[in-house]
């Protein structure tokens, strides 16, 4: 299932060519990965209470057209793969019909004290849901 989050585009985020600057893309598909959880009953605040975060360990991003300042988009969230340990999110860039960017990003499940990575405890699962990808394997 595809979950979407709404961000009207900040000055600040618009570069000197009058487009998004590419790293805010990361902070949006990290915003929308956390709504969203959420938005699949799981607050992050619980997954961190629970024992376990996320690590960012990949991603991949392909721009097809700019957006600008106080451009309302909305962030496509769905899950693309699941492993052992890690999983995959889609994120698409869409405003109005169009896609003008989509990405993938990969994150590591992690122990919060610092041991290490962890399998995927089953509250995490259950949040994913089963995978819907948006892009193309």
Not at 5 to 15: I, K
Request: net charge negative; aromatic share 10%; hydrophobic share 45%.
């Amino acid at each position: 299932m595809t979950f979407t989050h709404p961000h009207r585009v900040r000055y600040l985020e618009v570069d000197g060519q009058g487009v998004v600057f590419n790293s805010w893309y990361l902070a949006w598909f990290d915003d929308a990965m956390t709504a969203f959880l959420a938005d699949r009953g799981l607050p992050y605040a619980d997954m961190l209470a629970s024992g376990h975060d996320v690590q960012l360990v990949r991603s991949e991003i392909d721009w097809r057209t700019g957006v600008g300042f106080q451009d309302e988009v909305d962030i496509a969230v769905a899950t693309a793969r699941t492993g052992t340990t890690s999983f995959a999110l889609d994120f698409e860039v869409r405003r109005g019909g169009e896609v003008t960017c989509a990405g993938r990003t990969v994150y590591v499940v992690v122990a919060t004290d610092g041991s290490g990575k962890r399998p995927i405890p089953p509250l995490i699962a259950d949040a994913l849901g089963e995978p819907a990808p948006l892009l193309a394997p």
